[in-house]
């Protein structure tokens, strides 16, 4: 679903801009004539480029922040301002226009009669997949301030993780981009100016220098391969399907060594603190471990997690449901188990998932620092070959020459 922007006017009241979310301008259309509106114009889609101005292509794309949007609502719900009048104040101090316009259309849906939970799932594309059933869980539960709480610390939490896993990137990263620049540099320009003397001299080449351009050669035949690697790869995810695509790529990510880890780590993490969350505020347990498998992306671990509602029907307890499943944590078990006899489920599970996620942090942290001394190994290795191999050809023309020929 895409966000879509009119200018509409109620009855008796000048024309303003708003932004309607639907699958495409008709159904934008019924849903602004179904709030009694009148729309007037169309003002495209929400953050998209203006055609019209070839300047706005350059201007930064306005978007809706729903972190922004749940740390405004949490205090204003714990001081028990009404949930309307919340979106209200949110509103009025927002200064992006399509914030403004998303928070004013949660209001009228509430103004209308339909509930928080489905005013977010009606807006999925924006939120987090877990974030309407959570939501949903605190409607029910009437603890929904508490429910917020828990779930912008959760928001907040893995914001803190994919930001410190993107800033350790960037390093290693940008060392990896000219290590790669200046192999390639090297091979498909320095290498071949060089053999040139070669040519030019009417000399035969040193197996040195023979080595370099069958290498030069290969990597001038890489962007091509690249590309038809691509077009391959892209016809075969075609062929087989998104399902099996998926599940294979899912597979491969978690065979790989020490990144496989760290994924499934990452997985366990979000369902950890979903179940934390959910358990704290008294959601029914076979409703939350439903809820907390669909917060996981990679389909091979979420399909370990299908029997778990069915084991704990039968009488099992969550710990020992979880007994069996190769991606939780070996200390989970004992520390849940503890939980459950102390009463104290939701606080264990989240200690579990502070830990985890601490583990997590530092794998990530040392495999980062063993990755740039690696990059930078490799970049003076290939510096090194081809230096050698120039100076073995230099070696080898200077014996030539010094055999009768001109000197270099």
Request: net charge positive; hydrophobic share 45%.
């Amino acid at each position: 679903m895409a966000l879509y922007r009119y200018s509409a006017a109620e009855k008796g009241e000048p024309a303003r801009e708003i932004l309607i979310e639907a699958g495409n301008r008709t159904e934008a259309l019924n849903k602004i004539r179904g709030r009694g509106m009148i729309p007037v114009r169309y003002l495209g889609e929400a953050g998209a480029v203006d055609k019209a101005n070839l300047l706005s292509f350059f201007a930064p794309r306005a978007k809706v922040d729903t972190f922004a949007f749940t740390r405004q609502l949490c205090p204003l719900l714990n001081s028990h301002v009404p949930l309307e009048r919340a979106m209200a104040i949110i509103a009025e101090g927002s200064a992006q226009e399509d914030q403004k316009n998303f928070v004013n259309s949660l209001r009228q849906g509430l103004h209308e009669g339909k509930k928080f939970s489905e005013l977010v799932r009606s807006h999925g594309s924006m939120f987090p997949g877990y974030y309407a059933n959570l939501i949903e869980s605190g409607e029910e539960t009437g603890c929904l301030p508490e429910v917020l709480t828990h779930l912008y610390k959760f928001m907040e939490e893995s914001k803190d993780l994919r930001s410190f896993i993107v800033s350790s990137s960037i390093y290693p990263c940008a060392i990896l981009v000219v290590t790669i620049l200046v192999t390639i540099l090297m091979f498909t320009v320095f290498v071949p100016q060089f053999a040139r003397i070669f040519e030019d001299m009417g000399r035969t080449m040193p197996p040195s220098m023979q080595f370099l351009l069958t290498m030069s050669s290969l990597f001038k035949m890489l962007i091509p391969a690249v590309l038809l690697l691509g077009a391959g790869v892209y016809g075969f995810r075609k062929y087989i399907g998104e399902e099996r695509w998926q599940m294979g790529k899912s597979r491969l990510m978690l065979s790989l060594p020490l990144f496989g880890k760290i994924i499934a780590d990452l997985e366990m993490c979000r369902y950890i603190r979903t179940l934390a969350i959910m358990i704290a505020n008294h959601v029914e347990i076979i409703r939350t471990v439903k809820i907390a498998e669909k917060i996981i992306h990679n389909p091979v671990i979420g399909n370990t997690f299908h029997g778990l509602p069915d084991k704990i029907k039968g009488g099992a307890k969550l710990s020992a449901a979880l007994k069996d499943n190769p991606y939780v944590p070996g200390e989970m078990v004992p520390m849940l188990r503890v939980g459950e006899e102390s009463g104290s489920v939701g606080e264990m599970l989240k200690n579990i998932a502070d830990n985890l996620e601490g583990d997590t942090r530092l794998k990530i942290k040392r495999l980062l620092s063993l990755f740039e001394p690696a990059v930078i190994v490799f970049l003076a290795a290939v510096v090194l070959i081809v230096v050698a191999s120039i100076f073995m050809a230099m070696m080898d023309l200077n014996a030539i020459n010094s055999q009768g020929g001109p000197k270099l």
